[in-house]
Nanobody
Framework: QVQVEESGGGLVQPGGSLRLSCVSS????????MGWYRQAPGAQREFVAS???????NYGDSVKDRFTISRDGTENTIYLQMNDLKAEDTAVYYC?????????WGQGTQVTVSS
């Protein structure tokens, strides 16, 4: 059974920083693509950033100059470094792990940007 779990969310002030982590476990294979999505209250889920096992990285337009996605030596682990956070970044952040045939979602971690 493949599991995906996010961590690192919390309450930060505008202009602050936060680092999210995501681990996908339970598969003998390396996830091809892992990515971050977010969903604000009353809004649809939005693409934030993704990274393939081959090192291809993509960002959503609203975060490309402030957020950085990375993968560690275990290719089923990713991070999201978020800098210069704004109120509009407030959302539940979800991690997705794509194993080509199937993809899996975590439960999400809450990020709140408020003074």
């Amino acid at each position: 059974q493949v599991q995906v779990e996010e961590s690192g969310g919390g309450l930060v002030q505008p202009g602050g920083s936060l680092r999210l982590s995501c681990v996908s476990s339970g598969s003998a294979r390396t996830a091809y693509t892992m990515g971050w999505y977010r969903q604000a209250p009353g809004a649809q889920r939005e693409f934030v950033a993704s990274a393939t096992s081959g090192g291809v990285i993509n960002y959503g337009d609203s975060v490309k100059d402030r957020f950085t996605i990375s993968r560690d030596g275990t290719e089923n682990t990713i991070y999201l470094q978020m800098n210069d956070l704004k109120a509009e970044d407030t959302a539940v952040y979800y991690c997705n792990a794509d194993y080509a045939i199937n993809d899996f979602w975590g439960q999400g971690t809450q990020v709140t940007v408020s003074s």
